[in-house]
């Protein structure tokens, strides 16, 4: 079994690295492609050419990674079970002793250690990555990182007071860009508004805020007009519980971001009593993501079991591409669904898989055991 199991592992993870390998190529291009006009725009002003949008597409690849594994292991493990039926190598493996159980049993400990490396590419390697791509397009390019016209907003309770936090962008050194703070007393109503250029988060949570203008609202009974105090400082420091992985949370993409870091930002939408449906969609999306990779290669394992002929073996790789494409805009489907549905969070996380399961299982059933 050994010897069966070197085989088969051995010619699937090269199937998979060469998908893999080919769309990364093919993402890559597509990437740079739209990175020229950037490059056309600003090679004579912050230096932005070539060498630096090479650098920023390369730096996005292992979020493409991530994307595709699934993919790249169904239609690699595809590719190696038809061509071993069609060369009639797995009828020898299945005279040997490798029964339909057994089989599965491999390729799902097989899909054990690409779960791993779907899950450590999606938790460590993609977020670094994305965060550093960012931070190489906005110092060449003076862009900035965004999320809207009206930038993030953020929400924190502190006794009977309440502030809501608006951050506008995040610029080229890391620093917010034009933060406002509106403090709101015990009954809801609006009692100052902390305006600054710029803003930086301390390791210890302090906001140090640079140019402020503090504008303070009293207004001494029901009937009276407010009085409105402006103050003005160069340097204001806020204690805050918001740190820097949450607002980046809220400027990037959630699903770009690592699962503890949504998960502490979970919890403090959580905390002051905020909508969060996206986000736990997001977070359980990135939980049961990677556990496709079983799905995918339970679902390649009754090809093994098909009799081909000469040239038909294209066309079932093709039909592996195909379920392998529909399996990612199911997955995306469910979670714009989810979201507007207001479905459960893990239920619509895990549904693309859970169809996906059955259709495998059944597939399984029918064209192994059954036949």
């Given at each position: 079994?050994?010897?069966?199991?070197?085989?088969?592992?051995?010619?699937?993870?090269?199937?998979?690295?060469?998908?893999?390998?080919?769309?990364?190529?093919?993402?890559?291009?597509?990437?740079?492609?739209?990175?020229?006009?950037?490059?056309?725009?600003?090679?004579?002003?912050?230096?932005?050419?070539?060498?630096?949008?090479?650098?920023y597409v390369s730096l996005l690849v292992p979020s493409h990674l991530?994307?595709?594994?699934?993919?790249?292991?169904?239609?690699?493990?595809?590719?190696?079970?038809?061509?071993?039926?069609?060369?009639?190598?797995?009828?020898?493996?299945?005279?040997?002793?490798?029964?339909?159980?057994?089989?599965?049993?491999?390729?799902?400990?097989?899909?054990?250690?690409?779960?791993?490396?779907?899950?450590?590419?999606?938790?460590?390697?993609?977020?670094?990555?994305?965060?550093?791509?960012?931070?190489?397009?906005?110092?060449?390019?003076?862009?900035?990182?965004?999320?809207?016209?009206?930038?993030?907003?953020?929400?924190?309770?502190?006794?009977?007071?309440?502030?809501?936090?608006?951050?506008?962008?995040?610029?080229?050194?890391?620093?917010?860009?034009?933060?406002?703070?509106?403090?709101?007393?015990?009954?809801?109503?609006?009692?100052?508004?902390?305006?600054?250029?710029?803003?930086?988060?301390?390791?210890?949570?302090?906001?140090?805020?640079?140019?402020?203008?503090?504008?303070?609202?009293?207004?001494?009974?029901?009937?009276?007009?407010?009085?409105?105090?402006?103050?003005?400082?160069?340097?204001?420091?806020?204690?805050?519980?918001?740190?820097?992985?949450?607002?980046?949370?809220?400027?990037?993409?959630?699903?770009?971001?690592?699962?503890?870091?949504?998960?502490?930002?979970?919890?403090?939408?959580?905390?002051?009593?905020?909508?969060?449906?996206?986000?736990?969609?997001?977070?359980?999306?990135?939980?049961?993501?990677?556990?496709?990779?079983?799905?995918?290669?339970?679902?390649?394992?009754?090809?093994?079991?098909?009799?081909?002929?000469?040239?038909?073996?294209?066309?079932?790789?093709?039909?592996?591409?195909?379920?392998?494409?529909?399996?990612?805009?199911?997955?995306?489907?469910f979670g714009y669904i989810g979201n507007l549905r207001t479905w459960?969070?893990?239920?619509?996380?895990?549904?693309?898989?859970?169809?996906?399961?059955?259709?495998?299982?059944?597939?399984?059933?029918?064209?192994?055991?059954?036949?």
């Amino acid at each position: 079994m050994k010897t069966i199991r070197r085989l088969i592992y051995g010619e699937v993870l090269k199937s998979v690295a060469f998908v893999a390998l080919g769309f990364l190529c093919l993402f890559f291009f597509f990437d740079f492609i739209d990175e020229l006009q950037g490059v056309t725009k600003s090679k004579n002003v912050l230096g932005y050419g070539l060498p630096q949008a090479i650098l920023y597409v390369s730096l996005l690849v292992p979020s493409h990674l991530y994307e595709l594994l699934p993919i790249a292991v169904l239609i690699g493990t595809i590719f190696v079970m038809a061509r071993l039926a069609q060369s009639s190598e797995y009828t020898i493996l299945r005279t040997s002793g490798l029964g339909p159980w057994r089989a599965l049993r491999t390729l799902l400990v097989l899909g054990l250690g690409f779960v791993v490396l779907t899950f450590a590419v999606g938790d460590y390697v993609a977020p670094f990555s994305d965060r550093t791509a960012t931070l190489v397009k906005a110092r060449y390019q003076g862009l900035y990182t965004t999320s809207g016209l009206t930038g993030a907003w953020l929400r924190e309770k502190e006794g009977d007071k309440s502030y809501a936090v608006n951050v506008l962008s995040i610029g080229r050194d890391g620093s917010l860009t034009s933060p406002r703070i509106f403090e709101f007393d015990a009954k809801g109503f609006l009692s100052s508004q902390t305006s600054a250029e710029s803003a930086r988060i301390e390791p210890d949570g302090t906001w140090l805020l640079s140019q402020v203008e503090r504008q303070s609202y009293d207004a001494n009974g029901n009937d009276a007009k407010a009085q409105v105090r402006t103050t003005a400082e160069p340097i204001a420091r806020w204690p805050s519980t918001i740190t820097q992985e949450m607002v980046s949370v809220a400027l990037l993409k959630p699903d770009r971001m690592a699962t503890i870091d949504l998960f502490s930002y979970i919890r403090h939408l959580n905390a002051n009593g905020q909508k969060t449906q996206r986000y736990e969609i997001d977070f359980w999306r990135k939980v049961f993501y990677p556990l496709s990779c079983l799905v995918m290669v339970v679902l390649a394992l009754p090809f093994a079991y098909l009799h081909f002929r000469q040239s038909g073996i294209t066309t079932y790789v093709f039909g592996g591409v195909l379920i392998g494409i529909s399996f990612f805009l199911l997955n995306n489907v469910f979670g714009y669904i989810g979201n507007l549905r207001t479905w459960s969070p893990w239920f619509t996380a895990a549904a693309p898989g859970m169809i996906y399961s059955v259709m495998s299982l059944g597939a399984f059933g029918w064209l192994v055991i059954r036949r």
